[in-house]
C-alpha cells in the first residue's frame, strides 16, 4: 500500500506518495499564493506528484490541514485560509483517486502522528505525546496509546487557543490571549514592532534576538513562556511523556527551546510533570506529511 499524503498549511502546500516502510518516493511543496489562490495550489501540488507516481499504484490519501476541521464531513474551514470555510477537501482529493479512502485529520494532529511513526528513533514507546506546530498559528496534536485523538468533533489539539492572557490581544479564532497571540510567528513580530523592533520578519526577529537584540530576545522569551503554560497545561490533563515542537518559530532553535524548557522546570510543581521531554522536531518540515500517510498506513492497518 503506497499513500498519498498531503499537507494542508497556513502558507504552503505540500505532497508526498509515501510506501509502507516510510519511504517517500516523491514529495512537492507549493507556496500558497495568497487565499484565493487555494484550489489552484491543492491542484498544483497533488498533480505534482500523480505526475511521478501513476495514480494506480496509490492506495488511499492521508490528509493533515489546519483547523478548524470536520471529519465527519470531510470539511475544512483554515483560519488563515478565509475564502475555505467548511471546503469539502476529503471530497476534493476523493476526486483524485476515486474509490479509495481518504482520512482527515488537523496539520498538527498529523505533526504528532508523524513524529511519533518515523521521528526520533521511532518514539513509539511514548504513550502520550503531544505534537505541536508554532508558526504563521499555533497548533497541536495528541497521540495517545499509538492513535491519534481527535476528540469528538475532530478538533482536539488547538493548544495555540488556550488563553493565556485573558486581557491580552483579539485573536482571530474570537478569543483574547491566545497562545497563538504571543508565540506565533505574526503575533512575534507584531508586538516586537509595537516595542520599537523594525525588522521584516520572524526569521529576522529570530536573527536579532541570537545576536542579543533585547527586545527581540524578550519577544522569544514572552513566546516561550505563552508555550510553557499551554504545555503544563496539557500535560497535567493528558500526563504527556513527550512534546515535540516544529514550524518556523520552532526553527529557530536554541533562543527559543532554552527560556521554553527553563520556564516548564520553573513552573512544574507536580512530580509528573518534571519528567515531560521536549524536544524539536527530528522530521522538520515533513513530519505532517508523514503523519497524513500514517493515518491510512497505520490507522487503517494497526500492525505496520
Known sequence: MTVLAVDIGGTKFAAAAVA??????????VPLRGPASAGETLSEVVGRITERVAPARLDGIGVGSAGPLDPRRGTVSPVNIPTWRE??????????LPGRPVRLAGDAQCMALGEWWRGLGGDRAARAMLGMVVSTGVGGGFVLDGVPYVGPTGNAGHIGHITVDPGGEPCPCGGAGCVETIA?????????????????????????????????ALAFRRAAGA?????????????????????GV????????????????????????RRLRVDPTSLGRDAGLFGAAALVLIQDNPGT
Open 184 to 216: 506565533s510567528g505574526p503575533g512575534m513580530v507584531r508586538w516586537a514592532a509595537a516595542n520599537g523592533w523594525s525588522g521584516a520578519d520572524a526569521r529576522a526577529l529570530a536573527a536579532d534576538a541570537r545576536a542579543g537584540h533585547p527586545t527581540a
Open 20 to 29: 509502507p516502510d516510510g519511504e517517500m518516493l516523491a514529495r512537492a511543496e
Open 87 to 96: 471546503f469539502p477537501l476529503v471530497d476534493a482529493l476523493g476526486e483524485v
Open 250 to 273: 520552532a526553527a529557530a532553535g536554541p533562543i527559543l527551546f532554552d527560556s521554553l524548557r527553563q520556564a516548564i522546570e520553573r513552573n512544574a510543581g507536580l512530580g509528573f510533570l
Open 227 to 247: 508555550l510553557a503554560t499551554a504545555v503544563l497545561t496539557a500535560s497535567a490533563l493528558f500526563d504527556l511523556d513527550h512534546v515535540v515542537i516544529g514550524g
